[in-house]
């Protein structure tokens, strides 16, 4: 079957793309349920920077549908702060903590107990060009175990930003889906802001 026939195949499967957009939509609803449990909870509003929680979604991140949740969104590269949850299709789910290295919280990342939760919380450093270039971190395996290595690195390249990310494993029901996310989320926030997990 040559490529036209497949896509004239694939384009007549109504009930694939319905399907897809069920999906599309569950993930927008848990990503929404977890900003607004971050919201109750108050919590995320005592980041610096804080300019609240957003979701948003696309359908072309490396040909795949993406949805997003941003917390803080101060994407200054030298005080920012933000936490990302992207669900990218064909990936998985991730965290990403974003820190500019003027911000008041990037100095507690570097304490010995912080960066310790990050490591054995699977966290990583994300060695790509941009914030955004998750082929290059999660496809390429552009992302480095934490060190004081990476500190010095991020401080002596003005280039530099500092972002490190972990997955995220989604699995059972909607609500356990929506659990894990609060959590992790909850965990990161609590843990730069105290320097330990609640």
């Known amino acids: ?21 069920r999906f599309k939509v569950l993930y927008e609803q848990i ?5 607004n449990r971050l919201m109750a909870s108050e919590v ?28 803080g969104r101060d994407f200054d590269s030298a005080r920012g702060l933000n936490i990302r949850v ?6 998985g789910a991730f965290v990403f903590l974003f820190a500019g290295t003027a911000n008041p919280l990037y100095t ?24 955004w270039h998750y082929k290059q971190i999660l496809d390429d395996g552009n992302h480095r175990a934490l060190s004081p290595a990476i500190r010095l ?3 002596s390249d003005a280039g530099r930003f500092f ?10 029901e909607k609500s356990d889906a929506e659990a894990a996310l609060f959590e992790c989320v909850y ?10 997990l609640d």
């Open 1 to 21: 079957m040559g490529d036209l026939e497949r896509a004239w195949q694939v384009a007549g499967q109504r009930q694939l793309f319905e399907e897809i957009h």
């Open 31 to 35: 990503l929404s349920e977890v900003a």
């Open 44 to 71: 995320a509003k005592g980041l610096p920077g804080f300019r609240g929680c957003k979701v948003s979604k696309g359908n072309e991140l490396e040909r795949c549908p993406y949805q997003v949740l941003d917390v």
């Open 86 to 91: 992207l669900n990218w299709w064909g990936r």
């Open 108 to 131: 507690r990342i570097w304490e010995e107990r912080v960066l310790g939760t990050l490591k054995s919380n699977g966290y990583r450093w994300a060695d790509a060009d941009s914030l």
């Open 153 to 155: 690195k991020v401080n």
């Open 163 to 172: 972002q490190v990310f972990c997955p995220v494993k989604l699995e059972g």
């Open 187 to 196: 965990n990161l926030i609590s843990l730069l802001q105290l320097g330990t």
